[in-house]
T-cell receptor, first 119, second 111 residues
């Protein structure tokens, strides 16, 4: 089974520039997450999609960050304009979602991340 | 107060040692408790998860949850150099909600 794919792996931009990240989740995974992991910290959820709908974007800085998941498969995360404090690894994760109710645990599978440096 | 607190370390142990990693949390609604391992420049990968309180063992790894104290632990027996990584605890109220991560503990196992 192929894992979560992300590109690019590394990106260096100057502040006030824009950048976009791409994620291809595991086939059949309806739930997709974007996390921000600043050096020395744990991942912080930015946005959660269920198919192509947003479930939770409460921690997404909407004045500069945007994300979409067209057709419920691939997703892109954009930052415009970037700030120095946006330097971080941006992780995409996906998860299978059962159609039945219940407490069964389905793990989140993470991609390798995109390391963004804003200078 | 952060939802999840984790000592960032770093932790350095000799090969073969028993390692204890811990997290505390404040949200009593958390029911699912996970441990992720993250190698340098890689995404986190799930090691173990526990539902509610109790212990769970998988090979050299044992996860413990004490909900009364809001405290979880991961024990690694007979540690190996390949265990050198950052270990992240994560928690969630249910399977559909977001995971709340600790800051991660950096572990180095010295041959």
């Amino acid at each position: 089974e192929a894992g979560v794919a992300q590109s690019p792996r590394y990106k260096i931009i100057e502040k006030r520039q824009s950048v976009a990240f791409w994620c291809n989740p595991i086939s059949g995974h309806a739930t997709l997450y974007w996390y921000q992991q600043i050096l020395g910290q744990g991942p912080k959820l930015l946005i959660q999609f269920q198919n192509n709908g947003v479930v939770d974007d409460s921690q997404l800085p909407k004045d500069r960050f945007s994300a979409e998941r067209l057709k419920g498969v691939d997703s892109t995360l954009k930052i415009q304009p970037a700030k120095l404090e946006d330097s971080a690894v941006y992780l995409c994760a996906s998860r299978y979602r059962s159609r039945t109710q219940g407490a069964k645990f389905y793990e989140q599978y993470f991609g390798p991340g995109t390391r963004l440096t804003v200078t | 107060q952060k939802e999840v607190e984790q000592d960032p370390g770093p932790l350095s142990v000799p090969e073969g040692a028993i390692v204890s990693l811990n997290c505390t949390y404040s949200n009593s609604a958390f029911q699912y408790f996970m441990w992720y391992r993250q190698y340098s420049r890689k995404g986190p990968e799930l090691l173990m998860y526990t539902y509610s309180s109790g212990n769970k063992e998988d090979g050299r790894f044992t996860a413990q949850v004490d909900k009364s104290s809001k405290y979880i632990s991961l024990f690694i027996r007979d540690s190996q150099p390949s265990d050198s990584a950052t270990y992240l605890c994560a928690m969630s109220p249910n399977t559909g909600n977001q995971f709340y991560f600790g800051t991660g503990t950096s572990l180095t196992v010295i041959p």
